[in-house]
């Protein structure tokens, strides 16, 4: 019903900056809450900034001053932009969204995209 494609992951070096992008598309009627969330090596998922209609941005402590979460409504993509990256940094980073699905009113959807690896190394 819904697909979550994620871009923008790659190597960098601490002190860098990369820009994430993930792009919803399917029987989307409005999109409630964007996203991201990474996942270390060993280590559980966390959530990294959430981006919801009407409501400003929120972050994790980790990451708050140096990253950046925005969103294109029209587009219905997120985008994750982050700076001063560290090693810490280093993790899969995922997408997630919630919406509102076209057709009878009331059906929702939920999901993760793939993951974009991001690597910071020296």
């Known amino acids: 019903q819904v697909q979550l494609v994620e871009s923008g992951g790659g190597l960098v070096q601490p002190g860098g900056s990369l820009r994430l992008s993930c792009a919803a598309s399917?029987?989307?009627?409005?999109?409630?809450?964007m996203a991201w969330y990474r996942q270390a090596p060993g280590k559980e998922r966390e959530l990294v900034a959430t981006?919801?209609?009407?409501?400003?941005?929120t972050y994790a402590d980790a990451v708050k001053g140096r990253f950046t979460i925005s969103r294109d409504n029209p587009k219905n993509t997120v985008y994750l932009q982050m700076n001063s990256l560290r090693p810490e940094d280093t993790a899969v980073y995922f997408c997630?969204?919630?919406?509102?699905?076209?057709?009878?009113?009331?059906?929702?959807?939920?999901?993760w995209g793939k993951g974009t690896l991001v690597t910071v190394s020296s």
């Open positions: 997630y969204v919630q919406c509102w699905l076209d057709g009878p009113p009331g059906r929702t959807w939920s999901g």
């Open positions: 399917g029987s989307i009627f409005r999109i409630n809450v």
């Open positions: 981006i919801s209609s009407g409501d400003s941005p």
